[in-house]
């Protein structure tokens, strides 16, 4: 189970293993993201827009952070409600959180 970091607000799984960060409102375009895992797992994350399934969302993981922290970029295509499904060994957490236009 991790524990808070800083003053934010996260979504997270019931078994509090998979957190993300969440930001008041995501843009379109690139997003750099904070996630939080159980140590010694690989983070796979995916997602697409509610509605229309095939406009997928885009993300970079980049390796090799041994802790539970994680850097993960998002790539939203276009602005609206987007379902995002992440899973660490046998833990999985899901959201739908809105995305704006870029400004």
């Given amino acids: 189970m991790a524990d808070p970091v800083?003053?934010?607000n996260w979504y997270m799984n019931s078994e509090r293993t998979i957190w993300a960060v969440h930001q008041r409102a995501y843009s379109t375009g690139g997003n750099k993201t904070y996630w939080v895992r159980p140590a010694g797992t690989?983070?796979?994350?995916?997602?697409?827009?509610?509605?229309?399934?095939?406009i997928k969302l885009r993300v970079t993981i980049p390796c090799c952070y041994i802790t539970g922290f994680q850097i993960?970029?998002?790539h939203f295509e276009v602005a609206g409600c987007w379902q995002v499904s992440a899973t660490a060994?046998?833990?999985?957490l899901e959201f739908v959180t809105e995305v704006l236009n870029h400004q």
Avoid: E, I, K, R
């Fill in 89 to 92: 060994g046998d833990h999985q």
């Fill in 72 to 74: 993960v970029g998002l």
């Fill in 42 to 54: 690989d983070l796979l994350v995916s997602g697409y827009l509610v509605g229309s399934p095939a």
């Fill in 6 to 8: 800083g003053p934010t």
